[in-house]
């Protein structure tokens, strides 16, 4: 390693998909901060964000859930969301806290805790962009063939149209290590969310197209930015050509040489033949 | 459909609520041409809309299209009036359990029902427990038998789940209770 940095204290929401069924997610997020000097404080005592049930029903209840969160910021420390969906609820009840004082005042009553409707909500992109990835020392990612997908992350309701763009960033950052991006025309299909598990007859076509898009765009494996759309593009899909899925935050730590091989036991389409003839593991 | 039966305040209340002016949509259809579940919609989401104007609640509430639509946000990137669809969606399904409509999508709503219980009793998600319940509810013990078990052999499925401590603030936030909507999930099944 380079001459000791600053380390940089960042808190984290993980999220109850990160915290469970994606935990190779979080510990490879974890893993590659760490080796880049982003020390991750998890936000004590965090709560689930309401997911997509609460401002299904309730909006208020969704607000609530998503506020209690943001009350356990420590003070001026930004906020580091690993799940897209979560991002999405945690910001957009700081804009509403923003410009709705009354309901601030009362969360804040209620917590007993205060909270900075100004603080900084980001996500894993924003903060991968203030890293120089080609400083990090590592065996690269020897020209992975991959498609990028971000679901649903790039869309985003009216109100939040100033947010920053993700756009491209994945292409971008994994280029840098090696892998080559292959444009294609699914990047930015939903994945099927939670209709998965209520309605797997209308998810599974739709998981199968993105699937045999990437097939045919001549992918070695899809590289997904969101947990939620991992699994459902490991669990519906029917089709027999398997394409392994990796979370982008595994991409990264392959590329600085940092992996736990109790990482891709846990994927339901098997990474490790395609990542042993990349020679990224080895076992 | 009966057209004679129309509430005219429905409109100004679903604006009032979701915060989104559906009187400027232009009828363009680009929203239902973008939406990747319009197949599982009935009627597209501009019909909604329009039901909505015209104060035809009942068709309105009881479509599957509010319940189908999983407020992914693809239609407003491509909606030329910067309608907020997924929240117009969100505040016509809160409408629909508190006005009794008939629910078009009654497995869609249970699995809400089994999240939010789930966030009730622990402050956070426990997935197994909720496919459980879930495929209890919906008497479907045998389908996805196989996803669900590929997801234990990969230890995706804590079997227990993790819970917050200050589950009080989680109670708070449930028990506020200004949506009827909530309170009516609630009677219904013993949870959330
Ligand atoms: S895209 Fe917008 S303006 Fe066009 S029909 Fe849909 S809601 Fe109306
Ligand atoms: S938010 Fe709803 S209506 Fe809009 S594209 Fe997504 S599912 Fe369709």
């Not at chain 1, 001026?76 to 806290?97: D, E, F, I, Q, T």
């Not at chain 1, 600085?256 to 080895?282: A, M, N, Q, V």
């Amino acid at each position: 390693m380079n001459a000791p940095k600053n380390r940089v204290d960042i808190a984290y929401y993980p999220g109850c998909s990160l915290a469970t069924t994606a935990k190779e997610n979080n510990r490879s997020l974890i893993r590659f901060c760490n080796r880049v000097e982003i020390n991750l404080v998890e936000l004590p005592d965090w709560n689930c964000c309401g997911s997509s049930s609460a401002h299904s029903i309730d909006s208020d209840l969704a607000l609530d859930l998503a506020a209690r969160n943001l009350s356990l910021v420590p003070k001026g420390m930004s906020l580091l969301v690993a799940c897209p969906n979560c991002l999405l609820r945690l910001n957009g009840a700081r804009l509403h806290l923003k410009n709705d004082p009354e309901a601030l005042k009362r969360l804040e009553a209620e917590f007993g805790r205060s909270i900075d409707a100004d603080m900084k909500i980001l996500h894993f992109f924003e903060l991968l962009a203030t890293v120089d990835l080609k400083s990090l020392e590592g065996p690269g990612l020897k020209g992975l063939r991959f498609v990028p997908y971000y679901g649903c992350m790039m869309a985003r309701p009216p109100g939040m149209m100033d947010e920053r763009p993700e756009q491209g960033q994945m292409e971008a950052a994994l280029k840098s290590l090696g892998a080559e991006p292959i444009r294609w025309g699914y990047a930015s299909r939903c994945c099927g969310t939670f209709l998965s598990v209520a309605r797997p007859d209308v998810v599974t076509p739709m998981v199968d197209d993105i699937i045999k898009g990437a097939v045919k765009a001549g992918a070695e494996c899809i590289i997904t930015a969101c947990a939620m759309c991992h699994m459902n593009l490991e669990v519906r899909h029917t089709i027999s050509k398997k394409v392994p899925i990796l979370h982008f935050s595994e991409a990264l730590s392959l590329a600085i040489g940092e992996s736990d091989k109790d990482w891709f036991t846990r994927h339901l389409i098997d990474p490790r033949p395609l990542l042993r003839s990349k020679r990224l593991i080895s076992q | 459909m009966n057209v004679t039966r129309r509430d005219s305040d429905f409109g100004k209340k679903v604006i009032e609520r979701s915060g989104t002016d559906i009187n400027r949509c232009l009828h363009c259809r680009c929203c239902g041409g973008g939406c990747p579940f319009i197949a599982a919609m009935d009627p597209p989401p501009n019909n909604i809309i329009r039901l909505v104007q015209l104060g035809m609640k009942k068709q309105a509430l009881e479509s599957s299209t509010i319940w189908s639509c999983v407020g992914c946000h693809t239609c407003s990137i491509q909606c030329p009036m910067a309608i907020d669809i997924a929240a117009f969606m969100d505040v016509l399904r809160g409408l629909a359990i508190e006005e009794g409509a008939k629910i078009a999508e009654p497995d869609i709503l249970g699995f809400h029902q089994e999240v939010l219980g789930s966030i009730r009793r622990y402050g956070r998600t426990h997935k197994l427990e909720i496919m459980l319940r879930y495929k209890l509810k919906t008497r479907d013990f045998f389908g996805d038998m196989n996803v669900g078990l590929k997801m234990l052999a990969r230890r995706k499925l804590d079997l227990l789940p993790s819970k917050v401590k200050a589950m009080a603030e989680i109670r708070k936030a449930f028990e506020r209770g200004k949506s009827r909507a909530l309170q009516i999930v609630a009677e219904k099944g013993e949870n959330p």
